[in-house]
């Protein structure tokens, strides 16, 4: 029914042109959003072309966009040599003359931001036919920028589910757990040189991208004394093995940070299908999962660090939360029902 009509997806920083790539990168805004989008709507037989269609015989009836990032002049991408801005507004282009559709996939408010990302974005509004984002707030952040069509669709949880029933640890033993994106990597300093003097672990096992060795050397200064520091590379499998030997998972973050502050609840909900109590900032995607959960700063965090098994039924309780509503295959589906609509608008 759909196979004639085409969907696609324009992807910064890919390697390849293949859809293997999306599903290991360690970019969660491609593998848990791109990627599901993708994975659903071939399993509901659309015909999706390959990353950013390059083939001049590739016309697809409605784009996504994932989040534009200027080129590096590396040479470490497809396109990374300054071109990729001409080449993503030259389809776009195209797309506007055949008036097909373009979305985009809005995980920062991008149109107020200054420089070169905020100008491409506010280059391509006018051709712009919705966005998807990842969290009420951040419906909330683009009210005033924004007047058009929006769907919410948060990431889904990606890992197996381990039960949290680790025994409760003896100080030596007591490990944190810290997984993110580089770029959220600040939050996790300030908490280290702060919030984490009360109650420290013994052990603190950061998993991210790039390697940031120097920051995490000079962040180790401002840390309670004699914490152990391992960092480590993100992969699902890092962080898969380091959540069977952590006790207690930390995110903490800005809840005033407009960069921020419209996330969605991914990390948290990944958090406990690990089995793990976390302690994390009060962000508005997260306040619905409260009860679960420790803010940073509050009584609560003090004794979830002091004894995380406290909290073991909690996480249990949110595991079935997230069994129910944001396993890949139920947020699959919600890429696909909005991919259909716009087929169904035509119709």
């Known amino acids: 029914m759909y196979a004639d009509k085409p969907i696609a997806w324009l992807i910064s920083n890919l390697r390849t042109n293949e859809f293997a790539e999306l599903f290991n990168t360690e970019l969660a805004s491609t593998r848990m959003r791109a990627g599901v989008c993708i994975s659903g709507c071939e399993k509901e037989g659309f015909t999706v072309l390959p990353p950013n269609y390059r083939d001049p015989s590739h016309d697809p009836d409605v784009v996504f966009m994932a989040k534009f990032v200027p080129d590096s002049n590396t040479g470490q991408y497809l396109d990374d040599s300054g071109v990729r801005r001409g080449l993503w507004l ?37 051709v712009v036919s919705g966005l998807i984002l990842p969290s009420k707030k951040m419906k909330t952040n683009i009210a005033h920028n924004w007047g058009g069509f929006t769907s919410i669709i948060p990431e889904p949880v990606e890992v197996d589910f381990i039960k949290p029933d680790r025994k409760k640890p003896d100080y030596s033993e007591m490990t944190a757990l810290w997984f993110g994106h580089i770029s959220n990597l600040t939050y996790l300093i300030d908490y280290m040189a702060d919030q984490m003097h009360e109650n420290p672990p013994k052990n603190l096992i950061i998993l991210t991208n790039n390697m940031p ?42 809840r005033n940070d407009p960069r921020k502050n419209g996330v969605s609840p991914g990390r948290l909900l990944t958090s406990f299908a690990l089995g793990l109590p976390v302690i994390a900032e009060g962000l508005d995607s997260y306040l619905p999962f409260s009860e679960f959960f420790a803010i940073v700063g509050s009584e609560d965090a003090k004794t979830l660090a002091e004894n995380p098994a406290s909290y073991y039924e909690k996480v249990v309780k949110a595991q079935d939360i997230v069994r129910k509503k944001y396993t890949v295959g139920a947020i699959e589906k919600e890429w696909v029902s909005v991919v259909k609509s716009f087929f169904e608008e035509e119709s």
């Open 90 to 126: 030259r389809k776009i282009d195209g797309l506007a003359r055949k008036n097909k559709r373009l979305i985009l996939d809005y995980t920062d408010n991008h149109f107020t931001k200054e420089g070169i990302v905020g100008d491409f974005y506010r280059e391509i509004k006018d």
């Open 213 to 254: 060795k120097e920051a995490v050397r000079e962040g180790a200064k401002r840390a309670p004394k004699n914490m152990n520091i391992r960092l480590a590379p993100w992969s699902q499998d890092n962080m898969r093995k380091a959540a069977k030997v952590s006790h207690y998972c930390i995110i903490p973050s800005a």
